[in-house]
């Protein structure tokens, strides 16, 4: 073989063998790219797990991280950032009632995903808002009602012994009954016996009668139900506390060691 034909055959190894080179390490870069790894093909944000090896044994990463420190695998802008579908949200929905009815309270509303992120996607942003509200419930004022309350021993058949026989009787009204648990007591009510009954979780009854009535026909401050009101024995200086209304009942009487609004 001549010297051209030595020549020839020694540049067909070198471009055959650079062909094979090239051609291995494109093979390497594809095979190790984000297309190749389980799903996800590609993650968000910095995820140390979103990697992948090449043939060479080093790491390359599919998270969006990965544009800033330059170390994305070959194929990321190709795999991860075309098919990459940002997160798509709803409107926001109304607020919701006040948590308190009476007060400071919180309220909050959501809003729905229409279309989760994938493959790298920008990720959705907050689903739920909250903020503070002012509960100004029709019950409110009656919430601030603070009912004076005496044994029952003052209602039987009480008779004004101030009355002139000329005065107008006033109108009789039926009487209703309330049932309230007791939830704070102070220790003044220890000093009688009528109120020391007045303990913690106690349930009694309360009786409003005709002449305790206002205007609406209703005692003031006989409780509301699911919310703390407050109440004062009468005659007893510095007892006081909380109840919550349980049930009521018309034209009703308490049984005895009960008490009633006055």
Same mark, same amino acid.
């Given at each position: 073989?001549?010297?051209?034909?030595?020549?020839?055959?020694?540049?067909?190894?070198?471009?055959?063998?650079?062909?094979?080179?090239?051609? /291995?390490?494109?093979?390497? *870069?594809?095979?190790?790219?984000?297309?190749?790894?389980?799903?996800?093909?590609?993650?968000?944000?910095?995820? #140390?797990?979103?990697?992948?090896?090449?043939?060479?044994?080093? =790491?390359?990463?599919?998270?969006?991280?990965? *544009?800033?420190?330059?170390?994305?695998?070959?194929?990321? *802008?190709?795999?991860?950032?075309?098919?990459?579908?940002?997160?798509? =949200?709803?409107?926001?929905?109304?607020?919701?009632?006040?948590?308190?009815? $009476?007060?400071?309270?919180?309220?909050?509303?959501?809003?729905?995903?229409?279309?989760?992120?994938?493959?790298?996607?920008?990720?959705?942003?907050?689903?739920?808002?909250?903020?503070?509200?002012?509960? #100004?419930?029709?019950? $409110?004022?009656?919430?601030?009602?603070?009912?004076?309350?005496?044994?029952?021993?003052?209602?039987?058949?009480?008779?004004?012994?101030?009355?002139?026989?000329?005065?107008?009787?006033?109108?009789?009204?039926?009487?209703?009954? =309330?049932?309230?648990?007791?939830?704070?007591?102070?220790?003044?009510?220890?000093?009688?016996?009528?109120?020391?009954?007045? =303990?913690?979780?106690?349930?009694?009854?309360?009786?409003?009668?005709?002449?305790?009535?206002?205007?609406?026909?209703?005692?003031?401050?006989?409780?509301?139900?699911?919310?703390?009101?407050?109440?004062?024995?009468?005659?007893?200086? /510095?007892?006081?506390?909380?109840?919550?209304?349980?049930?009521?009942?018309?034209?009703?009487?308490?049984?005895?060691?009960?008490?009633?609004?006055?």
């Amino acid at each position: 073989m001549g010297a051209h034909g030595w020549i020839s055959a020694h540049l067909g190894v070198l471009v055959c063998g650079y062909l094979a080179l090239f051609s /291995g390490v494109i093979i390497s *870069q594809a095979d190790a790219g984000c297309r190749e790894r389980e799903s996800p093909n590609c993650c968000t944000g910095r995820n #140390n797990e979103c990697f992948e090896y090449t043939k060479r044994k080093t =790491v390359c990463y599919c998270d969006t991280y990965c *544009q800033k420190t330059r170390d994305c695998c070959e194929d990321y *802008q190709r795999v991860c950032q075309i098919s990459a579908i940002d997160c798509v =949200v709803g409107s926001w929905g109304p607020w919701s009632p006040c948590t308190s009815p $009476c007060g400071v309270g919180s309220t909050e509303r959501s809003r729905q995903v229409s279309v989760p992120p994938r493959n790298g996607g920008t990720p959705c942003p907050d689903l739920k808002q909250r903020r503070g509200c002012f509960g #100004n419930n029709a019950i $409110c004022n009656t919430a601030k009602e603070v009912a004076k309350i005496l044994p029952d021993s003052f209602k039987r058949n009480f008779k004004d012994p101030w009355r002139r026989p000329h005065m107008l009787m006033k109108e009789e009204k039926a009487s209703y009954c =309330v049932n309230l648990r007791i939830k704070q007591a102070s220790a003044a009510c220890k000093l009688k016996l009528w109120s020391a009954q007045l =303990v913690r979780e106690r349930l009694i009854c309360a009786e409003c009668q005709s002449d305790a009535m206002s205007k609406t026909d209703r005692c003031g401050g006989d409780g509301l139900e699911s919310t703390r009101t407050f109440w004062a024995a009468a005659s007893v200086p /510095g007892c006081h506390g909380s109840w919550v209304r349980e049930s009521s009942s018309e034209g009703c009487r308490c049984p005895l060691s009960s008490v009633l609004f006055v």
